[in-house]
């Protein structure tokens, strides 16, 4: 019998995937992206034509072109060539940094008042563009203020994003986003 063992990463970065891949076909493609950044324009209720949006739709293209540079000449990629272009992306960080340049982005969109902080509200309206349950997004919540200040500052929910890519820990704090592994 084979074993095989899959890393915390990996089976978040799975997770990923499938919340990324919006009409359920096994494949992520640019038109995957195009959907996600509409649910955050939405749920976030941006205007399509601000800052935030336009920074939320560079950084998920300059994410797809990397990873499509991975990819081996593929436009669509599986779960396994997802998992493996995410990988090498953040190895990789001559051209872009995936752990910062999106998690800034995305911070941006979500700080409605530009305090440079996100308060409660804000996060519950990020969530619900991911479509997670307010009870689940208080626990996130309460783990990323690691301060217990009540607000995520810009450095605690950038250092989520590298735990969520890079922690092997089950309780760190990054880990939460889409459900614990």
Known sequence: MVSTVTSPQDLRLEKLFKATDSN???YLEW?????????????????????????????HQMFWLELLRYAN?????????????????LMDVSRFNLAEGLPH?????IDRDGDNEIDKEEF??????????????????????TDGDGRVSRWEFIRSWREFFFSDSSDAAG???LGAV
């Open 175 to 177: 880990v939460f986003y």
């Open 105 to 109: 982005s995305i911070f941006d969109a």
């Open 73 to 89: 000449g593929q436009n669509r990629l599986s779960q396994d060539d997802y998992i493996h272009a995410v990988r090498s992306l």
């Open 24 to 26: 359920n076909d096994g």
């Open 31 to 59: 038109a995957d992206y195009e959907r996600l950044i509409d649910r955050y324009i939405t749920g976030l209720q941006l205007d399509r034509e601000s800052r935030q949006a336009y920074g939320l739709r560079a950084a």
């Open 124 to 145: 519950d309206r990020y969530l619900k563009a991911w479509g997670t349950k307010p009870a689940d997004g208080a626990e996130v919540f309460s783990r990323l203020d």
